[in-house]
């Protein structure tokens, strides 16, 4: 989880005034005004440092009965802020198995998909990725033990009302 500092205000610091941009056009009689470059984009960055794309081994040959086409290839990393790389804790998996299914199980997966989270927070991947594995584990172990339960349930039912009523 991400804390976000809040913002300080100052209460004697006054706003300037806005000032719209000005701008002037000059053109002659019946032609249109001559057109503005586009202001710079910046260079996209990924954890401060910026995006670096893979180049093709070797160009591409278009072929003569198909036109060109341009193929851009884009390695990039997700790293979360504090410099760790990503890994699925599985929380939405364990909070339903907690809410719909065997709940104590089902709190075992939240433990451990908390667990993940810190571990990839403070940057160990590897033991982030372990207990990733564990809560999906203990999240299924809880929806098929409903599934189970339910399946027997229906069967000593039918068991109930057709062998033991008829008889």
């Known amino acids: 989880m991400v804390q976000i500092s809040p913002i300080e205000y100052k209460e004697d610091a006054a706003a300037p005034p806005y000032q719209p941009e000005q701008q002037s056009y000059t053109h ?9 470059a586009p202001p710079e984009i ?8 910026p995006l670096q794309y893979a180049q093709p081994s070797q160009p591409i040959q278009p072929s003569q009965s198909s036109q060109m086409q341009s193929t851009n290839v884009i390695n990039v990393t997700t790293e ?18 907690f809410w719909c299914c065997f709940w104590p199980v089902g709190l075992c997966a939240i433990l451990k998909s908390r667990e993940a989270q810190r571990a990839a927070k403070l940057g ?12 999906k584990r203990y999240a299924c172990c809880s929806i098929c033990l409903v599934i189970s339960l339910a399946i027997l349930a229906g069967i000593g039912v039918a068991i109930y009302r057709f062998v033991i009523l008829e008889s």
């Open 28 to 36: 002659d009689e019946g032609h249109p005004p001559a057109p503005v």
């Open 42 to 49: 910046p260079a996209r960055t990924v954890g401060g440092q």
């Open 80 to 97: 979360n802020r504090s410099g760790g790389v990503y890994v699925n804790p599985h929380s939405c998996l364990s909070w339903i198995s």
């Open 124 to 135: 160990y991947p590897d033991e982030a990725k372990r207990l990733s594995k564990s809560a």
